[in-house]
């Protein structure tokens, strides 16, 4: 598959948050292999963008179109976590199994192929020994690995994450960019959404920062010679 092959095309996007503009006439691509980070102020539309992208928030104007073989059901997604979710009352071979659930349709029951590619999953992120252990008992950093593996049932192309280190501390912060950056490197193309500044200069292909007013889209390079990232100097409010 060549790198250069197309998965996302942006243009002209214009998204709205309770009838307020929050992004205004966007335009960016997301290629094969990219590894996206998108940054920003509180309130400039990353949350939006997120449910535009995953098909669950119509554009006020302009388009998202998908391409490259990749259908809008066929993004793992990786939410930002809540108290809800890190009390989810199911085991850790459950939460991970439910990422085929797209694939499934109909059939009352998950196939071998689902299985095995969930045990896959598992084991890709070293989670396999927590297989029957309950979700809601594991450490923050276990539950972003079972859901990381989730996700990857779900998808062969493109991983959305939103915040994926937010709240766990520094060694296991580190563990999960490595993962997901192994995964990057093995063709899975990711879009992250993140407060991390020094993450994305490192990990990033390309960066999207959004502002109350403007976006800027480019290579990490590009950012720092735009002056866009000055705004986040001293550290960027987690929004």
Not at 149 to 163: G, Q, S, V, W
Not at 180 to 191: G, H, L, W
Request: with cysteine; aromatic share 8%.
């Amino acid at each position: 598959m060549s790198e250069q092959e197309n998965l996302i095309s942006v243009d002209d996007l214009t998204l709205s948050y309770e009838n307020m503009t929050v992004i205004r006439n966007m335009s960016f691509r997301v290629n094969n292999g990219d590894y996206l980070c998108i940054v920003g102020e509180n309130g400039s539309g990353k949350s939006t963008l997120i449910k535009a992208l995953l098909s669950l928030k119509k554009p006020v104007g302009g388009s998202i179109t998908f391409s490259g073989g990749l259908r809008r059901n066929e993004i793992g997604y990786l939410p930002q976590q809540t108290g809800a979710q890190q009390d989810f009352p199911a085991s850790v071979w459950e939460v991970v199994l439910s990422g085929c659930l797209n694939s499934r349709g109909i059939r009352p029951f998950y196939s071998d192929r689902e299985r095995k590619m969930a045990a896959q999953n598992m084991e890709r992120l070293g989670i396999t020994h927590l297989k029957k252990r309950s979700y809601r008992e594991l450490s923050g950093g276990q539950q972003q690995r079972v859901l990381l593996a989730r996700a990857l049932c779900a998808t062969k192309k493109l991983l959305l994450l939103d915040e994926p280190v937010s709240g766990l501390d520094p060694m296991v912060t580190a563990e999960m960019y490595d993962l997901v950056s192994s995964i990057n490197q093995s063709d899975v193309t990711v879009i992250m959404v993140t407060h991390d500044i020094s993450a994305a200069m490192k990990y990033a292909s390309h960066i999207l920062c959004l502002r109350q007013d403007s976006w800027f889209y480019g290579t990490p390079q590009e950012f720092m010679e735009d002056g866009s990232s000055d705004f986040l100097k001293g550290g960027e409010e987690n929004g």
